[in-house]
């Protein structure tokens, strides 16, 4: 089992930043070939995916509508994962999750939220105008 813990959310005024983190417990990384992703649900909205980080690390994938605005990145030794958001916008007001999912797929990061096995519990994520 995996068991992940995202921690700073908060609230933010439009145009700001939050870094977002993620850690893992009970498996790691690297051995056990994981894809790590962000993903955010809004009141009254469906899960959307965010970001994604490909194991074992490099290949990046993110969702239009903060492509350019945040970098996803992933820490192997310390089984973390990271989301820097910058310029957050009111719409970006949202609990964000962190996944895990194993593959057999080297850098190429899933952005399917079926095929993540393991999700946190999520943070939340405010952005005032």
């Known amino acids: 089992q995996v068991q992940l813990v995202e921690s700073g959310g908060g609230l933010v005024q439009d145009g700001g930043s939050l870094r977002l983190s993620c850690a893992a417990s009970?498996?790691?990384?690297?051995?056990?070939?994981?894809?790590m992703g962000w993903f955010r649900q809004a009141p009254g909205k469906e899960r959307e995916f965010v970001a994604a980080?490909?194991?074992?690390?490099?290949?990046?994938s993110y969702a239009d509508s903060v492509k350019g605005r945040s970098t996803i990145s992933r820490d192997n030794v310390k089984n973390t994962v990271f989301l820097q958001m910058n310029n957050l916008r009111p719409e970006d007001t949202a609990v964000y999750y962190c996944?895990?999912?194993?593959?057999?797929?080297?850098?190429?990061?899933?952005?399917?939220?079926?095929?993540?096995?393991?999700w946190g519990q999520g943070t939340q994520v405010t952005v005032s105008s």
């Open positions: 996944a895990g999912g194993m593959t057999d797929r080297p850098f190429r990061p899933s952005i399917r939220a079926e095929n993540y096995n393991y």
């Open positions: 009970g498996r790691t990384f690297i051995n056990d070939r994981m894809d």
């Open positions: 980080i490909g194991w074992p690390g490099g290949a990046t």
